[in-house]
């Protein structure tokens, strides 16, 4: 089974050292949505979120395969609020 590495390029940069061994590049990409989608959930926790940061993935010859910035992990609908005030409901 072929092993992929996964750094993340976010505030600060990331290297995987170890990897996963994944059946094949879809199954790295699934694996790479699901952290980039954890790493979000963080940031939302903490009140900020930067769809600008990325995941590149390698594989087993750390060769990169795969780029996914952040925003291709998830769907944003609605308005987006970027720290404009806050409108109060009487």
């Given at each position: 089974?072929?092993?992929?590495?996964?750094?993340?390029?976010?505030?600060?940069?990331?290297?995987?050292?170890?990897?996963?061994?994944?059946?094949?590049?879809?199954?790295?990409?699934?694996?790479?949505?699901?952290?980039?989608?954890?790493?979000?959930?963080?940031?939302?926790?903490?009140?900020?979120?930067?769809?600008?940061?990325?995941?590149?993935?390698?594989?087993?010859?750390r060769r990169p395969v795969l780029m996914l910035p952040f925003?291709?992990?998830?769907?944003?609908?609605?308005?987006?609020?970027?720290?404009?005030?806050?409108?109060?409901?009487?």
């Open positions: 089974m072929p092993r992929f590495f996964f750094n993340v390029y976010d505030e600060r940069t990331t290297i995987d050292e170890v990897g996963q061994d994944l059946p094949d590049l879809a199954a790295a990409r699934e694996a790479a949505v699901e952290e980039a989608r954890a790493i979000l959930g963080d940031e939302a926790r903490d009140g900020r979120i930067d769809l600008s940061h990325r995941i590149e993935v390698e594989d087993e010859h925003s291709a992990a998830v769907e944003i609908e609605g308005p987006v609020n970027k720290g404009g005030p806050t409108d109060v409901i009487k």
